[in-house]
């Protein structure tokens, strides 16, 4: 068995524990391998071992790998901070992007998106507690931005995702997460119809599927340590 198989296996072992304890079905919480700085050998890798969903943050060098792995049956996830001059790449390429913060960027998106390759889907990245080095739109705005990106043709409104700042223990990191899904279920309660609440990387999933979510963001627990001396390209 293949190292990378044997990681998936054991955090596939975790959500299912997690959701155990939570109780909830295995089935409800969706594994997105994030695999920003790893080559497609290692995704390719990856999807022989039953992985799907891959999440990539720097949109030139995910875009590269999407191109290479054109022939793969692959669902990709633009997770990193997506700026105005990169959108057509993202709408061209991506089928996910869950870093959506601003209008200006989601009305780009909706502009450049091919109607022949479906709708785009969207999360809402939101700074649930304020952290001053994440991006996201503060939760006292979400409603108002969920407002303007449901109205726009070729994007599809998901939910909402959020990377908050490292916790010291389970509890902690419970408690902020609780906060996102507190307004996850306050936007479905004004009417949005949201499926996704994408919450949790390998240091936190536990917390975050005790709190809710839905697609856990799981990177070096799947395939090691990062690269240490690659270059990558600012987006």
């Not at 022989?48 to 790998?65: H, L, M, P, S, W």
């Not at 669902?75 to 601003?102: E, M, Y």
């Amino acid at each position: 068995m293949l190292e990378i198989e044997r990681n998936l296996l054991a955090v596939r072992a975790r959500i299912a524990a997690a959701c155990l304890a939570a109780g909830r079905d295995p089935a409800s919480v969706q594994l997105l391998a994030v695999s920003k700085t790893f080559e497609a050998s290692a995704i390719e890798e990856a999807h022989t071992a039953g992985q799907r969903d891959f999440g990539e943050n720097y949109i030139q060098e995910g875009v590269d790998k999407i191109v290479t792995l054109s022939a793969m049956p692959l669902v990709w996830h633009c997770i990193g901070p997506v700026q105005s001059n990169k959108t057509r790449l993202v709408a061209t390429h991506f089928d996910w992007v869950h870093s959506v913060d601003r209008l200006k960027i989601a009305q780009r998106l909706s502009e450049q998106r091919d109607p022949a390759h479906g709708l785009l889907q969207v999360c809402i990245q939101v700074n649930v507690d304020g952290g001053p080095t994440k991006a996201g739109v503060m939760p006292e705005q979400a409603i108002e931005l969920a407002t303007q990106i449901a109205a726009l043709p070729g994007l599809r409104l998901r939910g909402i995702m959020s990377i908050p700042e490292p916790a010291p223990d389970f509890a902690a990191a419970l408690a902020v997460h609780l906060r996102t899904r507190a307004l996850f279920e306050q936007l479905k309660g004004a009417g949005f119809a949201l499926d996704t609440l994408s919450l949790g990387m390998s240091a936190d999933l536990e917390a975050a599927i005790h709190a809710g979510s839905t697609m856990v963001r799981v990177g070096s627990a799947i395939f090691g340590s990062r690269p240490p001396f690659r270059q990558v390209l600012p987006d």
